[in-house]
């Protein structure tokens, strides 16, 4: 891993590839970082473990780009695996669930991932104080592609090999080889040139 300038957590460093790379730029609290092998980290990327968070794992030849935020709180946990690239101003926060992102996966800029809600059905307490909520974890399979903006939350699962359209915000389950679109998200074909049901 080349070290360039001062980090603000540098302890946290222990656990990283050597044949890394965190821009010196990087904005990292994360005692439970663990990299793999020619992971690239760019400037201005956040890496953030609350004190009740997770860990944060980013497998071999991944890259995640700049003004992208990683953020574990209240147990969950984010795992990304080998040749996904997160390409900049992504928000990824497991809150309460994980974040599971597996192999040779696209995420386009701007993609927000969020497996928990926020409470709003108590009239008689401000929103920021209600509780949060979760359906559970996202999952994100081998070979996805998520273009620019899409939003996946709480409890989806996002088949191998799906393609989901820009702008989509994902509430329930796409299958393997689906190419979705819209807000919500709905099939509208499959690549391999399979109709939506």
């Given at each position: 891993?080349?070290?360039?300038?001062?980090?603000?957590?540098?302890?946290?460093?222990?656990?990283?590839?050597?044949?890394?790379?965190i821009s010196?730029?990087?904005?990292?609290?994360?005692?439970s970082l663990?990299?793999?092998?020619?992971?690239?980290?760019?400037?201005?990327?956040?890496?953030?473990?609350?004190?009740?968070?997770?860990?944060?794992?980013?497998?071999?030849?991944?890259?995640?780009?700049?003004?992208?935020?990683?953020?574990?709180?209240?147990?969950?946990?984010?795992?990304?695996?080998?040749?996904?690239?997160?390409?900049?101003?992504?928000?990824?926060?497991?809150?309460?669930?994980?974040?599971?992102?597996?192999?040779?996966?696209?995420?386009?800029?701007?993609?927000?991932?969020?497996?928990?809600?926020?409470?709003?059905?108590?009239?008689?307490?401000?929103?920021?104080?209600?509780?949060?909520?979760?359906?559970?974890?996202?999952?994100?399979?081998?070979?996805?592609?998520?273009?620019?903006?899409?939003?996946?939350?709480?409890?989806?699962?996002?088949?191998?090999?799906?393609?989901?359209?820009?702008?989509?915000?994902?509430?329930?389950?796409?299958?393997?080889?689906?190419?979705?679109?819209?807000?919500?998200?709905?099939?509208?074909?499959?690549?391999?040139?399979?109709?939506?049901?």
């Amino acid at each position: 891993m080349k070290l360039v300038g001062p980090y603000k957590a540098r302890r946290t460093l222990i656990n990283l590839s050597k044949r890394s790379f965190i821009s010196p730029h990087a904005d990292i609290h994360c005692p439970s970082l663990h990299l793999g092998q020619m992971v690239f980290i760019d400037d201005h990327v956040t890496l953030y473990a609350h004190r009740d968070g997770g860990g944060i794992r980013i497998g071999d030849y991944s890259s995640v780009q700049r003004y992208t935020i990683f953020e574990t709180i209240r147990g969950g946990e984010i795992v990304i695996g080998q040749h996904t690239h997160i390409q900049s101003g992504c928000n990824l926060t497991a809150a309460l669930g994980n974040i599971r992102i597996g192999d040779h996966v696209q995420l386009a800029p701007r993609c927000a991932l969020y497996p928990y809600q926020h409470g709003i059905t108590d009239l008689d307490r401000p929103i920021a104080k209600q509780p949060l909520t979760t359906r559970g974890d996202i999952v994100i399979e081998d070979d996805a592609w998520l273009g620019v903006g899409v939003m996946v939350m709480d409890g989806v699962t996002i088949g191998r090999g799906a393609v989901i359209g820009a702008g989509a915000v994902v509430t329930k389950d796409i299958p393997p080889l689906a190419i979705a679109v819209g807000s919500p998200a709905r099939v509208i074909g499959y690549r391999d040139g399979g109709s939506p049901d």
